[in-house]
């Protein structure tokens, strides 16, 4: 059974974790680097699993891994041969696993809460060219290279136990499509599919958010459809497009509000928390029911949205 509709069965909405990379680098790491949070897997796995931890006590229903950046390719650079490679991407569910068990083991932490799940990231093919692509998604690629590009990755994160996917910041129909097809070689597995958008309507690379839903609502694989590292302006409208579309859960985690410049890896601009907690709000009335944080939120940010949704 898709395991986000078993938990929406409890409750009326599920939440999501917040940024890892960010706050890893809230926490000292120098994430200045093409492996980006996938680095920390190999120098302080242990901060890793104290940001999983920070999560959900905040109130986070999911952990998503540091895999998003983790691929074969990518390793490679470091040194690390293909075994090597897949086993880190395994260790970061393991990771994961590990401080749901150490939150799960205290009793008190159990009450009026659901066992968090473990979503293993799959991110897009331009996080691993880390150029800034995965917000253009203009790699030029067929559907078949995609698929190839992806599968050692999802094999090895399936294989590891991870409850479901996270596929994210899917900027290009046809990475979605080649996800889908992939997917399909795994027919026990579930996943949930987020785009990186531009505007209101439309995702990164130019195609509509609606036609996205469409395409992806008739997968009985898709867990949930939504949006993740974009701008909370545009989040209202996107979830609106895509409920028009599908009946499946809806899932948002957008960044905090501040402005990224991929040219010099620097944020821009103010945002608390708590207007995020305010705009989370929104986002459920307009549809969404699984709700998170990407980049620069952080646990305050998740224990907002907790703040709210424990009294529905």
């Known amino acids: 059974m898709n395991p986000i509709e078993t ?3 409890k409750q009326p909405i599920a939440i999501l974790d917040g940024a890892l990379a960010t706050e890893l680098e809230n926490r000292g790491c120098n994430l200045n ?8 897997l190999m120098e302080q796995p242990e901060l890793i699993h104290q940001v999983h931890l920070d999560y959900f006590n905040a109130g986070a229903d999911f952990a998503i891994t540091a895999s998003y950046q983790a691929t074969i390719e990518g390793f490679a650079r470091r040194g690390l041969n293909k075994d090597e490679s897949l086993a880190l991407m ?5 990771i994961a696993q590990e401080a749901r068990g150490e939150f799960w083991s205290i009793e008190s932490n159990r009450v009026n809460r659901t066992r968090p799940l473990i979503a293993a990231s799959v991110g897009p093919y331009g996080a691993f060219l880390a150029d800034g692509s995965e917000y253009r998604g203009d790699y030029n690629l067929t559907e078949g290279e995609l698929i190839d590009f992806h599968r050692p990755r999802v094999e090895a994160l399936i294989a590891s136990g991870a409850d479901l996917l996270a596929c994210e910041t899917i900027p290009c129909l046809i990475e979605a499509q080649a ?11 579930y996943a949930w599919f987020t785009f990186s958008a531009k505007d209101g309507e439309h995702i990164c690379h130019g195609e509509k958010i609606a036609d996205c839903a469409k395409l992806l609502d008739s997968s009985p694989q898709v867990a949930a459809i939504g949006i993740n590292c974009t701008s909370p302006l ?3 409208s996107l979830i609106r497009e ?17 402005v990224y410049n991929p040219d010099t890896n620097t944020w821009h601009g103010e945002t608390s928390s708590e207007e995020f907690g305010l705009q989370s709000k929104k ?9 998170g944080g ?7 940010h998740i224990r907002e949205i907790k703040s709210w949704t424990s009294i529905l």
Do not use: M
């Not at 680097?33 to 920390?40: C, E, G, Q, T, Y």
């Not at 395994?90 to 393991?94: D, H, P, R, T």
């Not at 986002?283 to 709700?291: F, Q």
């Not at 990407?294 to 305050?300: E, G, H, M, N, S």
């Open 179 to 189: 996800l889908i097809k992939l997917l399909g070689e795994f027919p026990n597995t």
């Open 7 to 9: 938990i929406l069965q």
């Open 234 to 236: 545009h989040i209202p």
């Open 283 to 291: 986002w459920h009335e307009n549809g969404a029911t699984i709700i």
């Open 33 to 40: 680097d093409d492996l980006w949070s996938a680095r920390i």
């Open 242 to 258: 895509i409920k028009k579309n599908t009946n499946k859960p809806i899932i948002v985690y957008p960044n905090s509000g501040e």
């Open 294 to 300: 990407c980049c620069r939120t952080t646990p305050d």
């Open 90 to 94: 395994q260790k970061s569910v393991k």
